[in-house]
């Protein structure tokens, strides 16, 4: 008896022992949920351990790759900078794919991952809502349709091919060896061979960073908050008079009608042939109603709450001006520093290629073949966003007698469903169907069904262009290539050899014949677009006769110009930034690369020069207290500088929050504006570039606006308000920075960091004090803790037929391995505004490192 | 004094001094004090020389992509202690230091023969998991990921040796 009673407890034990070392077992070999299989990720041999291998310093080597055809040297400068010399186009960009996925696997895999809505079955649940919402908006369909119609014996589709040929060699590599990066060890998911379609899908997350926006939805909550008056006296089309424009393309302008409309990408296969012959539409829906736009508009921008910062266009983008003539000592000269959301790595790996009919150099995006920015041996470009408006929201008219239609052009058609399944990490995957319309995708249902046409869901021969530029030897040439670029929109900016400059703003110009494009459009069909602004009505100019062109996201036209282009809010950079390049380069003669430079780092506002003197003004005679009074002389005699270790900078920065909030504050208050709800496209503050550029007008030239006086409240003018804003900004900096201002700097309130792009906190650079703001050439974009601005700095200098100088730098490095010397080697040159000479484009730089690639192996 | 005719009957049981006799007190064990005298230390060499071969095998296997050797040596462990006699005293931290000395020595190997940046590494594998950017936070958990393995493949070894309990 008592021994089968001890028996029976050595069962039972061992039965849990069993069952409890199995589950620890399974749960590090397979992981549970969102937890790794801690077993395999934490091998010290494999998983996550193994990507120390990517962080050794590079040496020289020869390696075979099964997707070259010839064999290709690729030397490396002690930056990691490589030059291609290949004896064939295919094999320069098969070399290329190889190292975009040697040196930014991580950053190109979940790139692809953002727009192809797998980012769950990577980061687990947290990535639910941005696949959702990207499989909505589309990237992935426009890829796929481009790649779909695209002859393959066509240069681009070859380019595409050998570029993904060289980026799955070193997928087949790194499965042999296990060294891949950390982030693919420690979660167990590995990337997928690299197809064109995966390249055309980084083409759309980049349009989708420059120009998806929200602000017509931002724009409806306004108007419902505010009413329309105060709505578009605040957000105006056009700036106000009394602000300064510069456009680089003065005119005169002609009208030159409308050009066809590029098919979209989901226009094809959505069928807009009516589903009943209603002349008429049944019961009627939300449609119109203030109501359920704002209930969409909210249910839309909580979701793109969801998504990374850098996906919905929130700052304008760079700078690039180009200088010729007696204003320059070469024969014509360009700088470019694009502004984008700074990262480490960053968005930008710089490289060479050479090979027959190819020599180029600068900067590539991993991912894509070709290089975006650079010179070849003819000419050097940059670029800058356009800003113009290519989003558009419509309102389509549904009923609940007819589901799954919409009216539209006084019919009812039948929506087109694309269903998606969503792979998620430790989770069930999660099915997904996409209504679209003639328009574009649905992006809600909530309140009233919203679509969303724009240029994202347009195929955009990206990569034919680049390659057309690539090959360029002259304007002509240049402009001809151009001529296909849809998105997203661009001013390139141009100087050759020969002495010529210039600049277009190809693109994607959608023209909606009616309606306020602006707000949410009605989906029936009277405000739909019609048409696109045709190539040689876009922005441009040749060789202007003062001898500078810049753009610097200000809008490119003046106020006579034909075409609606977009409004003052979120589309249009104030234009400090140009007006303060043109004032700058005017009248200077003989400039070399450092005068160029010097302008690229330039933090000076010019906002705070042309507010301060008011403000002086308003507050002479007044009553000060002892800290007002030094805070005061802080203002006088400073010249708009915002250094890190300027107190007037912080003041300035400080006061101009305040005023701004001290004018608009009331007013959003007692319209109860939805803030909540978008906080970046809501809420009253120096990024809302329609308040800056309106405030300003009204303080130099409208002191007495009625805006002044808040709804209830005593007469008040821009003086009084701007002494209430000044003493509390003292105030504030008092409690924040000590009461005595001599001790106040605006690096004290002020960093710039560099996120990782894994989003891992500990991987990026920063916070660190900094100079700059979001009107200083070098802008320093997202308020008090900056995370965008110039990700590239580049000056080529044309001293003759053939002959360039370009030298270059970006904020990080050429690896995305923390552990490598290459992740931030660059950064210290960059935060010190010094270049690094940018490698000829047909080879010849110094090198430390050369790999020799053969072909072979299988 | 109970009346023996009455055994068996309904109130017996109250008879009290029929009941069997106590048992006789038997004295307390002796203590145990474990030792490490000169007449145990052929034993404890072997055994420190197991468990050196142990961690050895567990550090190759490391390096092979072989993840699950540490619960494989608790396993071990736990069976051989069985014959050993050994308690779970002295098996557990035999059966965790082989596993984490044999991660450990892996890490270490690939740090000094190839040069790897195993602490940079270390740093990036903490913050991607959400930990605090710290080397010693990654090196403990994998540390602890072979000390758990280890762990548990000694308690199934225990719990299966023939004649345990």
Same mark, same amino acid.
């Given at each position: 008896m008592e021994r089968r009673g001890r028996l029976a407890g050595r069962a039972i034990h061992g039965l849990i022992a069993l069952c409890a070392s199995g589950a620890v077992l399974a749960l590090f070999a397979f992981g549970y949920g969102p937890v790794p299989a801690l077993g395999r990720a934490l091998d010290p041999g494999h998983g996550a351990w193994a990507s120390a291998a990517g962080g050794l310093p590079v040496r020289s080597h020869t390696l075979t790759l099964p997707g070259l055809s010839h064999p290709v040297s690729v030397t490396f400068t002690s930056h990691g900078v490589p030059s291609i010399r290949a004896a064939s186009q295919d094999d320069a960009f098969v070399a290329l794919g190889y190292l975009h996925a040697s040196f930014r696997l991580t950053e190109m895999d979940l790139e692809r991952r953002l727009g192809e809505g797998r980012v769950a079955q990577l980061a687990g649940p947290s990535g639910l809502a941005s696949d959702k919402f990207e499989l909505r908006l589309g990237l992935l369909r426009t890829a796929q349709q481009e790649w779909a119609v695209m002859p393959r014996s066509s240069p681009v589709a070859q380019t595409l091919l050998a570029y993904s040929r060289g980026v799955n060699d070193y997928l087949a590599q790194a499965r042999a060896d296990g060294h891949w990066p950390a982030i693919f060890g420690l979660t167990g998911v590995y990337p997928r061979d690299w197809t064109p379609i995966d390249s055309l899908v980084l083409q759309g997350i980049l349009t989708q960073e420059l120009d998806f926006t929200t602000t017509p939805l931002d724009y409806a909550l306004l108007e419902r908050s505010l009413g329309p008056a105060h709505t578009m006296a605040w957000f105006p089309v056009l700036p106000p008079r009394g602000v300064p424009q510069s456009p680089y393309d003065p005119g005169p302008y002609r009208y030159r009608g409308i050009a066809p409309i590029a098919a979209q990408a989901s226009a094809p296969t959505v069928t807009a042939q009516p589903a009943a012959t209603t002349a008429a539409p049944g019961p009627a829906t939300a449609t119109g109603s203030a109501a359920g736009t704002a209930i969409a508009a909210g249910s839309v921008l909580h979701e793109t709450t969801e998504l990374p910062a850098s996906l919905v266009h929130r700052y304008p983008d760079s700078n690039a001006w180009a200088a010729n003539g007696r204003a320059v000592a070469g024969v014509s000269m360009l700088a470019g520093d694009p502004h984008l959301p700074q990262t480490l790595p960053s968005v930008w790996y710089q490289a060479a290629l050479s090979a027959p009919g190819l020599a180029v150099t600068g900067v590539t995006v991993p991912g894509l073949p070709g290089v975006l920015i650079g010179h070849n041996a003819h000419i050097a470009w940059s670029l800058t966003d356009v800003q113009n408006q290519a989003t558009l929201f419509y309102t389509e008219q549904t009923s609940p007698a007819r589901r799954g239609q919409y009216f539209w052009r006084g019919a009812w058609r039948p929506m087109r469903q694309v269903h998606y399944t969503i792979p998620v990490r430790g989770g069930a995957a999660v099915p997904l169907t996409v209504d679209l319309t003639v328009h574009g995708p649905v992006l809600t249902r909530a309140g009233q069904t919203t679509a969303v046409d724009w240029m994202g869901n347009i195929p955009s021969p990206d990569l034919a262009v680049l390659l057309g530029i690539d090959k360029a030897a002259d304007f002509a040439q240049f402009r001809a290539a151009l001529a296909a670029w849809r998105a997203p929109t661009q001013n390139f900016v141009y100087a050759d050899d020969h002495g010529n400059i210039g600049a277009i703003s190809a693109g994607y110009y959608p023209v909606v014949r009616h309606g306020e494009p602006w707000l949410p459009l009605p989906g029936t069909g009277a405000d739909d677009v019609v048409g696109v602004i045709p190539y040689r009505a876009v922005p441009q100019v040749y060789d202007p006769p003062g001898h500078v062109v810049a753009t610097a996201n200000q809008r490119p036209v003046g106020p006579s110009y034909p075409y609606y282009l977009g409004t003052t809010a979120d589309f249009f950079d104030p234009g400090y930034r140009a007006g303060q390049i043109y004032a700058l380069l005017h009248g200077q003669s003989r400039m070399a690369p450092a005068a160029f430079a010097a302008i690229q780092l330039s933090v000076t506002d010019a906002l705070a020069r042309r507010i301060v003197p008011r403000l002086l003004a308003a507050l002479h005679g007044q009553h000060l207290s002892a800290t007002q009074q030094a805070a005061a002389g802080l203002l006088r005699g400073w010249d708009g500088s915002m250094t890190a270790s300027s107190g007037a900078a912080a003041l300035w920065w400080t006061f101009w929050g305040d005023y701004l909030g001290a004018v608009f504050g009331p007013w959003w208050r007692a319209g109860k504006v939805p803030v909540h709800k978008d906080h970046a496209g809501l809420a009253v503050s120096a990024q809302q570039f329609s308040l800056d550029q309106v405030l300003e007008a009204w303080t130099v #030239?409208?002191? /007495?606006? =009625? =805006?002044?006086? &808040? &709804? /209830? #409240?005593p007469h008040r003018t821009a003086a009084d308000v701007m002494r209430t804003a000044f003493a509390a900004a003292v105030a504030h900096l008092a409690a924040r920075l000590g009461a005595a201002p001599s001790a106040w700097a605006w690096g004290r309130l002020h960093t710039r960091q560099f996120p990782s792009i894994t989003q891992a906190p500990g991987l990026g650079y920063g916070p660190r004090a900094s100079g700059g703001d979001a009107w200083t050439i070098d802008a320093a974009d997202g308020g008090l803790e900056s995370h965008a601005g110039p990700g590239w700095r580049m000056i080529v200098d044309w001293t003759g037929h053939g002959s360039a100088m370009a030298e270059g730098v970006y904020p990080g490095g050429q690896s995305e391995n923390p552990a490598s010397p290459w992740y931030t080697d660059q950064m210290a040159d960059w935060w010190d505004g010094r270049y690094l000479p940018v490698p000829p484009a047909a080879g010849g730089a110094p090198w430390l490192i050369r790999w020799n690639m053969a072909p072979g192996g299988k | 004094m109970a009346d023996p005719r009455r055994l068996g009957r309904r109130g017996s049981y109250r008879l009290g001094r029929m009941s069997a006799p106590p048992a006789p007190r038997t004295p307390w064990p002796a203590a145990h004090y474990p030792t490490w005298a000169l007449r145990r230390r052929g034993p404890v060499f072997l055994w420190l020389l197991a468990c050196l071969a142990g961690a050895l095998i567990v550090a190759v296997g490391a390096l092979a992509g072989w993840w699950f050797l540490p619960f494989l040596a608790g396993l071990g462990t736990g069976l051989a202690a069985h014959y050993g006699r050994l308690r779970l005293r002295t098996t557990l931290p035999a059966a965790v230091a082989v596993a984490v000395v044999g991660w450990g020595a892996a890490l270490a190997w690939l740090a000094l023969r190839d040069g790897l940046p195993e602490v940079t590494v270390a740093r990036t594998i903490a913050a991607l998991a959400g930990l605090p950017a710290s080397a010693a936070v990654a090196l403990a958990v994998t540390l602890v990921v072979a000390a758990l393995q280890a762990a548990a493949g000694l308690w199934l070894g225990r719990a299966l040796a023939p004649g345990h309990g």
């Open positions: #030239s409208d002191r /007495g606006n =009625a =805006a002044f006086t &808040p &709804p /209830g #409240s | -």
